[in-house]
């Protein structure tokens, strides 16, 4: 496993958010209806941690339609007594505190048991999510599902898209 680690989780966090004020901003002013913020295990983290900023303006906010963290690491917690925190030199205080299912617990898809814990804390708080957990896939192998446009899961994510952001709760 490979980390880049030249800048820190949060100067990376920063650096997100910034991308994504920019994408926001360009949509207002080009008259689009909205982004979608999406990401692959540290980029799921990454789109949760950005895609879900309570601290965005108002007329900003409202343009994230949705966010899709695919297989995303929403607790670092874990990492903290691994080798791969060694090259990010996490203590639990900073891991607490750059684990989005921690935040959603104080302020408002890895395992599927975070995934749902995740999405439960969402639902809490007002927010629409849903879980989709993928059988016989598993967090490394499961992105590659979205290279075919006809796969369940990349069907699921275009529908979710093409509805506005709107989840169907029948499936």
């Known amino acids: 496993l490979r980390l880049r680690t030249a800048v820190s989780i949060e100067d990376t966090v920063r650096l997100v958010e910034t991308g994504l004020r920019a ?11 909205g982004v979608y913020v999406a990401g692959h295990s540290a980029g ?13 303006p108002g007329e900003l906010a409202g343009l994230i339609k949705g966010v899709l963290p695919i297989s995303g690491v929403f607790d670092l917690m ?23 299912m921690r935040g959603l617990q104080q302020q408002l898809l890895a395992s599927p048991t975070k995934s ?27 992105i ?11 069907q699921r994510i275009l529908a979710f898209i093409r509805s506005g952001g709107v989840i169907d709760s029948a499936d």
Do not use: Y
């Open 23 to 33: 994408c926001l901003e360009r949509a207002r002013s080009d008259g689009l209806s």
């Open 44 to 56: 799921g983290h990454l789109a949760v941690t950005a895609g879900a900023c309570v601290h965005w």
């Open 78 to 100: 874990p990492l903290v007594k691994t080798s791969v925190n060694h090259p990010l030199g996490m203590n639990t205080a900073r891991a607490a505190a750059l684990s989005p």
């Open 116 to 142: 749902r814990t995740v999405c439960d804390l969402l639902r809490r708080h007002g927010r629409q999510a849903d879980v989709n957990i993928v059988p016989e896939r598993d967090h490394f192998d499961i």
């Open 144 to 154: 590659e599902l979205l290279a075919d446009p006809a796969d369940p899961l990349s």
